[in-house]
Nanobody, 122 residues
């Protein structure tokens, strides 16, 4: 089992930045790909960004490209999501996820965090 705990959410004005963190514990000795997802009120959860175990591969949803950056520090068992130029439509609960295989992290992760709220005001 892997436990994931997100932090760093909050209230920010449009155009501002936030950095989310996701700390993993438990069976962190395995090589997990990591991803970020979000769910806005009344909408389905959607994929935001993914990173391979080594960090050498990343993948972004179109909505995140050019504004968000996913990274990881395996020594700290932590993955980050740097969000810049935030928009009101980025308001959502952001979830961290872990997958045994990079190929499935975008749609079928094995583990989920509890989420952190990001609210962007106009």
């Amino acid at each position: 089992q892997v436990q994931l705990v997100e932090s760093g959410g909050g209230l920010v004005q449009a155009g501002g930045s936030l950095r989310l963190s996701c700390a993993a514990s438990g069976r962190t000795g395995s090589s997990y790909a990591m991803g970020w997802f979000r769910q806005a009120p009344g909408k389905e959860r959607e994929f935001v960004a993914a990173i391979s175990w080594s960090g050498g591969n990343t993948y972004y949803a179109d909505s995140a490209k050019g504004r968000f950056t996913i990274s990881r520090d395996n020594a700290k068992n932590t993955v980050y999501l740097q969000m810049n130029s935030l928009k009101v439509e980025d308001t959502a609960v952001y979830y961290c996820a872990a997958a045994i295989r990079y190929s499935v992290v975008t749609n079928s992760p094995n583990y989920w965090g509890q989420g952190t709220q990001v609210t962007v005001s106009s």
